[in-house]
Nanobody, 114 residues
Framework: QVQLVESGGGLVQPGGSLRLSCAAS????????IDWYRQTPGEQREFIAT???????NFADSVKGRFTISRDNSKSTVYLQMTGLKAEDTAVYYC????????WGQGTQVTISS
């Protein structure tokens, strides 16, 4: 059974930092590209960042320079390090694993507020 479990969300003040984790099981993790998306109520899911199976990364312009993404294949986990957080970063954050098939996690809430 494939599972993607996001964790690390929470309430942070503007300017703060959070590290999200996406832990996978049931897949050949090292073969998968892992993406992060986010979604706010009434909006479409928005691409944030991706890391390929070889470690190449790409980011949405809205988070470039503030977010980094990394992976630890030994732990089947991808990390999204978020710094310089803004109110507009408030959303539910989802990870997605894609190779031959695509899998989504259930999401973790990130709230940026003073």
């Amino acid at each position: 059974q494939v599972q993607l479990v996001e964790s690390g969300g929470g309430l942070v003040q503007p300017g703060g930092s959070l590290r999200l984790s996406c832990a996978a099981s049931g897949i050949m993790f090292s073969r998968y590209a892992i993406d992060w998306y986010r979604q706010t109520p009434g909006e479409q899911r928005e691409f944030i960042a991706t890391i390929s199976s070889s470690g190449s990364t790409n980011f949405a312009d809205s988070v470039k320079g503030r977010f980094t993404i990394s992976r630890d294949n030994s732990k089947s986990t991808v990390y999204l390090q978020m710094t310089g957080l803004k109110a507009e970063d408030t959303a539910v954050y989802y990870c997605r694993a894609s190779w031959i098939l695509v899998y989504w996690g259930q999401g973790t809430q990130v709230t940026i507020s003073s």
